[in-house]
Nanobody
Framework: DVQLVESGGGSVGAGGSLRLSCVASESAYRSGCMGWYREAPGQAREGIASIDSDGSTTYIDSVKDRFTISRDNTKNTLYLQMNSPKPEDTAMYYC??????????????????WGQGTQVTV
């Protein structure tokens, strides 16, 4: 059974910090590449960060140097550390298992499995 369960969302002041977590089932986690995506009201869902099985990471420019994606392979858990969030970061955030070969692309259509999402409001 594939499961991705996010937690850690909520309201945060601009300039504060928040850490999102995503616990994945083994079947989802072993796809190798994991990512964070977000969808703001009235906007298309977008990929913001991904991490491959070797630890290599990719970020979109708007979150680079503020957000950090990481993973704990002993716990099948993905994290997103959000520092200095801005109002424009307000969105529903989704954890995803991504097609391995497309890890750095952050393409929404190459996501294999989605979590249910967690709301972040700045």
């Amino acid at each position: 059974d594939v499961q991705l369960v996010e937690s850690g969302g909520g309201s945060v002041g601009a300039g504060g910090s928040l850490r999102l977590s995503c616990v994945a089932s083994e079947s989802a986690y072993r796809s190798g590449c994991m990512g964070w995506y977000r969808e703001a009201p009235g906007q298309a869902r977008e990929g913001i960060a991904s991490i491959d099985s070797d630890g290599s990471t990719t970020y979109i420019d708007s979150v680079k140097d503020r957000f950090t994606i990481s993973r704990d392979n002993t716990k099948n858990t993905l994290y997103l550390q959000m520092n200095s969030p801005k109002p424009e970061d307000t969105a529903m955030y989704y954890c995803a298992a991504v097609v391995q070969l497309a890890c750095s692309s952050l393409r929404v259509d190459l996501v294999r499995y989605w979590g249910q999402g967690t709301q972040v409001t700045v």
